[in-house]
């Protein structure tokens, strides 16, 4: 089968479940990451015969992206802040608005001449420690996670970017002390309730991990609370604790803050103006 043939192919099945734009992009990524060839080169090549193969590792691609599932669980990567990460089910895919996250933490520290440590905690994929890492080289970070999954992917992903993070296996639900304090922690822990499901997609919905998304409607910042009591014995002198927050609980989790004490509490919109983001000193 010829290229331009396998495009038609792919665009007929994928047609009825998502829109142009989305099935070109799952193209582009397939091709790349089985044929080795760039958006240019598609062009330029239409006519090329694809080896059988290749032929039926496409297939099989796009008969489960017929399934809904995610192209990064699927091709085994994702990019993350320019940066390369392994992503499986056992992880969440790293999203664009996590990556403003880091920007912010970036930003904030930019003159610094200390020798930044910092936590991040609900590490999954790894994506925000080894970023920091690798965009503040200078610093000491570490990463916690719940999941021997995740600890083993995100492993995988330090040594993938060539950096050197300390991986800590803990339930932050259960875990009140440990022996380092750090200037930083940032987190993006589950904040999905139940009730917002049926604005996840299929393809997040019954492939990403629960345990990383979701949280219950009664008590949705039952992390966001563990982790600010956790920061708060250690936490450095003028540390700072970074969130990624729910979009429609910006107002709930800034209060939750100043009723612990924190102070320097700032409220940050993401690129599409949902409150996202939240900055506190202790």
């Known amino acids: 089968m010829k290229l331009k043939d396998f495009r038609t192919f792919f665009n007929n099945e994928?047609?009825?479940?998502?829109?142009?734009?989305?099935?070109?992009?799952?193209?582009f990524r397939s091709v790349e990451a089985i044929l080795d060839l760039q958006i240019m080169d598609v062009f330029m090549k239409e006519n090329t015969n694809i080896e059988k193969e290749n032929l039926a590792v496409l297939q099989i691609i796009t008969g489960r992206l017929k399934l809904e599932e995610p192209?990064?669980?699927?091709?085994?990567?994702?990019?993350?802040?320019?940066?390369?990460?392994?992503?499986?089910?056992?992880?969440?895919?790293?999203?664009?608005?996590?990556?403003?996250?880091?920007?912010?933490?970036?930003?904030?520290?930019?003159?610094?001449?200390?020798?930044?440590?910092?936590?991040?905690?609900?590490?999954?994929?790894?994506?925000?420690?080894?970023?920091l890492k690798k965009e503040i080289v200078s610093a000491e970070?570490?990463?916690?996670?719940?999941?021997?999954?995740?600890?083993?992917?995100?492993?995988?992903?330090?040594?993938?970017?060539?950096?050197?993070?300390?991986?800590?296996?803990?339930?932050?639900?259960?875990?009140?002390?440990?022996?380092?304090t750090f200037d930083v922690i940032v987190s993006n822990p589950p904040y999905v309730r139940n009730l917002e499901k049926e604005e996840i997609k299929n393809n997040v919905l019954n492939n990403e991990p629960h345990l990383a998304l979701f949280v219950e409607d009664d008590n949705p910042l039952i992390f966001y609370k563990r982790i600010a009591?956790?920061?708060?014995?250690?936490?450095?002198?003028?540390?700072?604790?970074?969130?990624?927050?729910?979009?429609?609980?910006?107002?709930?989790?800034?209060?939750?803050?100043?009723?612990?004490?924190?102070?320097?509490?700032?409220l940050k919109k993401d690129l599409f103006g949902n409150d996202r983001m939240i900055k506190a000193n202790f």
């Open 141 to 180: 970070v570490s990463a916690m996670d719940i999941s021997e999954k995740a600890i083993k992917t995100a492993t995988k992903n330090a040594s993938l970017n060539k950096v050197a993070v300390n991986f800590i296996q803990h339930d932050i639900l259960s875990t009140t002390h440990i022996e380092n």
């Open 14 to 27: 994928l047609s009825e479940l998502y829109p142009k734009k989305e099935i070109d992009a799952f193209f």
């Open 71 to 131: 192209i990064q669980y699927i091709l085994g990567t994702t990019e993350f802040y320019g940066y390369t990460f392994n992503v499986n089910p056992g992880v969440l895919i790293p999203r664009p608005e996590t990556e403003e996250l880091i920007s912010w933490v970036k930003e904030t520290y930019s003159n610094n001449s200390e020798k930044l440590s910092i936590l991040d905690i609900g590490t999954g994929s790894g994506c925000i420690a080894i970023t």
């Open 229 to 266: 009591d956790f920061a708060k014995d250690n936490l450095k002198q003028a540390g700072s604790l970074f969130f990624e927050i729910n979009q429609y609980l910006g107002t709930e989790t800034k209060q939750m803050l100043l009723d612990k004490g924190f102070k320097d509490v700032v």
